[in-house]
């Protein structure tokens, strides 16, 4: 299994430009996130899928839109990045028998210029 | 919104010290998660907790779920090089899976 994985781990945008962070589990779980990290703030919830089919905004969804497109798959994208979004971007997933379990991805580091 | 305060902020220590971190809050949680996060990865979950009271263990990280369900707290005993990281904790208020994160604990162990 590998567990939660994304693409790409490292980008670079000019402001303006648009991208989409792509996420994918094997574990069949039902419920996916996605979190930002910014030095000294922890993990912060943009958005969250609780089940296929269905999206909800988060802690700072400002600025990103989500599609959760099957169980397996939750994107994120930025559709004007702007710097303050200079950051890691990180996919979780949960579900079966611990559902409040989250199980991250390795992360996309985000520079807006 | 929701609020963790996770303290201390960083901790330095020899090889061999027992640490100790713990994540505080004025609301009640129904579940507590203890996170490591090694640098340029993400956080892998260490331990959770489901009950007030409960104490847990994963070799020589033991965790406990306080009694009040506003507090947590992590040990670890006899640090070695490879425990330096940052520890996040992280807790489930009411329904739902939605988790609030602590702003982490940077730990660095000196050979």
């Known amino acids: 299994n590998a567990g939660v994985t994304q693409t790409p781990k490292f980008q670079v945008l000019k402001t303006g430009q648009s991208m989409t962070l792509q996420c994918a589990q094997d574990?069949?779980?039902?419920?996916m996130y996605w979190y930002r990290q910014d030095p000294g703030m922890g993990l912060r919830l943009i958005y969250y899928?609780?089940?296929?089919?269905?999206?909800d905004k988060g802690e700072v969804p400002n600025g990103y839109n989500v599609s959760r497109l099957n169980k397996r798959e939750f994107s994120l994208r930025l559709e004007s990045a702007a710097p303050s979004q200079t950051s890691v971007y990180f996919c979780?997933?949960?579900?079966?028998?611990?559902?409040?379990?989250?199980?991250f991805g390795p992360g996309t580091r985000l520079t807006v210029t | 919104g929701q609020q963790l305060n996770q303290s201390p902020q960083s901790m330095f220590i020899q090889e061999g010290e027992d640490v100790s971190m713990n994540c505080t809050s004025s609301s009640i949680f129904n579940t507590w998660l203890w996170y490591k996060q090694d640098p340029g990865e993400g956080p892998v979950l260490l331990i959770a907790l489901y009950k007030a009271g409960e104490l847990t263990s994963n070799g020589r990280l033991t965790a406990q779920f306080g009694i009040t369900r506003k507090d947590s707290f992590l040990n670890i005993s006899a640090s070695i090089p490879s425990d330096v990281g940052i520890y996040f904790c992280a807790g489930r208020r009411t329904s739902g899976s939605r988790l609030t994160f602590g702003e982490g604990t940077q730990l660095t162990v000196n050979p």
């Open positions: 899928s609780a089940s296929e089919g269905t999206t």
């Open positions: 574990m069949n779980h039902n419920s």
């Open positions: 979780a997933s949960s579900g079966g028998g611990r559902v409040y379990e989250q199980y």
